[in-house]
């Protein structure tokens, strides 16, 4: 499941509606990551850690035919490579942005990235299918959540391909706002085929638009082939609960 993100906009700092910051301290937040995000996804019953395997940008099978040569990410706009390592943090406090891909081996699989004093449009497209196989189902929703951590609270969007007795992929969009901090998650396409594309065939995009923009994405999967042997959807009910878990713990310094 290739993943692609594009940044396409202008920075604008003649808005007065909005306070800036400087940045966001995505080193301290890498650590908490690294540390406490696994223990987590106990709210999220059977969740499947799926196996980082191969290069270093892309997962090339993650486990019972999930993921086969897919999860590369590119911040098309952020930088110029083409596909982003893991564990790539590039955090400059003089930077208008920075952005942050976690580590192989650590779960959930997440990217978290900021963009000051300025509206953007932000464009993420993927394409589905793990190694020829057909997943017999496609699901989108979105929901908010809000923390007790500092007022933080924010709108999530949620794709998942599950079915024909593999993982469930699911890849959750979300804001982190504030005070400060605002995003607008202002559209959703999803013209992905349930069975596998030509490779690179991305035709999913969401967009988000905002001033002083905290937003991530991160890749959740669930297995239990015993008793759910096609596989199923993770309930938005679980997915709630974790965003707001996960953001109301994580370690995210703004100055």
């Known amino acids: 499941m290739p993943l692609y993100m594009t940044l396409a906009g202008q920075?604008?700092?003649?808005?007065?509606?909005?306070t800036s910051f400087n940045y966001v301290d995505l080193i301290s937040f890498s650590n908490w990551h690294t540390s406490n995000a696994s223990t987590l996804t106990s709210a999220i019953p059977n969740f499947y850690f799926y196996t980082f395997d191969g290069s270093f940008s892309t997962i090339n099978n993650g486990g019972n035919d999930m993921l086969n040569v897919g999860n590369y990410i590119s911040l098309n706009g952020f930088t110029n490579a083409s596909t982003i390592l893991y564990g790539t943090l590039s955090n400059t406090p003089l930077s208008n942005y920075g952005y942050f891909v976690s580590q192989a081996n650590v779960w959930p699989q997440v990217e978290l990235a900021y963009v000051r004093g300025g509206t953007i449009t932000w464009n993420n497209a993927g394409a589905p299918g793990t190694g020829g196989s057909i997943y017999a189902?496609?699901?989108?929703?979105?929901?908010?959540?809000?923390?007790t951590n500092q007022g933080r609270f924010g709108t999530y969007w949620v794709n998942q391909n599950?079915?024909?007795?593999?993982?469930t992929i699911c890849y959750v969009w979300f804001t982190i706002e504030q005070s400060n901090l605002n995003a607008n998650l202002s559209s959703f396409v999803d013209l992905r085929k349930t069975a596998n594309p030509p490779y690179a065939n991305y035709t999913q995009s969401v967009s988000i638009s905002g001033y002083n923009i905290l937003f991530g994405q991160m890749l959740l999967s669930v297995f239990d082939f015993e008793n759910y042997p096609n596989g199923y959807l993770i309930p938005d009910s679980n997915i709630n609960t974790f965003i707001t878990n996960y953001v109301q713990n994580a370690n995210i310094n703004i100055f």
């Open 11 to 18: 920075f604008g700092y003649g808005r007065v509606n909005a």
């Open 137 to 147: 189902s496609n699901a989108n929703f979105s929901g908010s959540y809000t923390t």
């Open 162 to 167: 599950y079915g024909m007795a593999n993982p």
